[in-house]
């Protein structure tokens, strides 16, 4: 993974001109606009249809339903708005202004989501569950007797090759199926840094398990 | 795709990927050129490895070039 402090090639080189839409609502949000209170509604109404459709578009994989997903819907269009008037000065142009503000309620759908799996978690963070691997990987119950083997390999090297906070961070989302935004709210940490313990624990697991013959060694120049 | 294969894919790791954080600073730049037919994953290799990877900003991927797609219609 490309180290934080790293400049990648990545990154716009200049502002884009605006287009006339986006240039509308820049516009319409100034705080000298007499219009601005109009379409903050506008906006709002915008969000929590865009806000909507995402927890519905989620729905079937979450654990919420009914009003509770409505109420969720609400909650992250009233805090994307906040999030955008507060940032709004941070938008250059580089996407339509409906795009980048979309975006904020795309986010805090996320979190909120995240927020609302530890009401009823259904599994202890401290316990591996090592019974889950098999469906989740899809190993066959033919072939148990190799793939046995081969969890066995992994779990030795979870336990001698990780650091304590990538074991933690590596039994909850893999063996107990944590989903990671859950994780990162209840570690009160960022979805950046968790992610990044599990990117590390993956290509530590993978060089252990290749340097002993159950993974092929990778040829493709990625670790 | 035998649980051997999907095990190897997930351990995988691939050097490019940007991380959550620039993934997430630049995402309504990427939906737009993705919306837009243009070769997002070309222009940007870091951020398209990170989605690939990473479930969360693969899901806010999806749900913002959803949103986008459908306020197009």
């Known amino acids: ?223 | 795709m035998n649980g051997w294969s999907a095990l190897d894919r997930f351990l995988r790791t691939d050097p490019r990927d940007v991380g959550c954080a620039q993934a997430m600073e630049m995402l309504h730049i990427y939906v737009d050129l993705v919306a837009a037919g243009a070769p997002a994953e070309q222009r940007y290799p870091g951020i398209a490895a990170h989605l690939r990877a990473c479930g969360p900003c693969g899901e806010d991927f999806e749900g913002l070039l959803a949103a986008v797609r459908g306020e197009e219609h």
Not at chain 1, 8 to 13: C, L, M
Not at chain 1, 47 to 54: D, H, K, M, P, S
């Open chain 1, 1 to 223: 993974m490309v180290p934080a402090n790293r400049t990648v090639h990545e990154t716009p080189v200049t502002a884009a001109r605006l287009d006339a839409e986006s240039a509308e609502w820049l516009q319409a949000l100034a705080e000298t606009c007499p219009q601005r209170d109009a379409a903050l509604a506008r906006l709002h109404e915008m969000l929590v249809r865009i806000a909507r459709g995402e927890v519905a578009r989620r729905g079937p994989r979450l654990r919420i339903t009914g009003p509770e997903l409505d109420d969720l819907a609400y909650q992250a269009a009233a805090d994307a708005l906040l999030a955008i008037t507060g940032k709004i000065g941070q938008f250059r142009g580089e996407s339509r202004f409906t795009t980048w503000a979309y975006k904020f309620v795309i986010f805090e759908v996320s979190a909120k989501v995240g927020r609302h799996f530890w009401r009823n978690p259904g599994v202890p963070l401290d316990a591996a569950d090592w019974d889950r691997l098999p469906g989740r990987f899809g190993f066959e119950p033919a072939q148990e007797a190799e793939w046995r083997d081969l969890l066995a390999a992994l779990g030795r090297a979870v336990d001698t090759e990780l650091t304590a906070r990538q074991r933690a961070v590596f039994v909850a989302i893999v063996l107990n199926d944590v989903p990671l935004d859950a994780l990162v709210a209840e570690l009160a940490s960022s979805r950046n840094a968790i992610y990044k313990m599990l990117f590390d624990a993956r290509r530590k697991l993978r060089a252990a398990l290749a340097a002993n013959g159950y993974l092929g060694h990778d040829t493709s120049g990625r670790s």
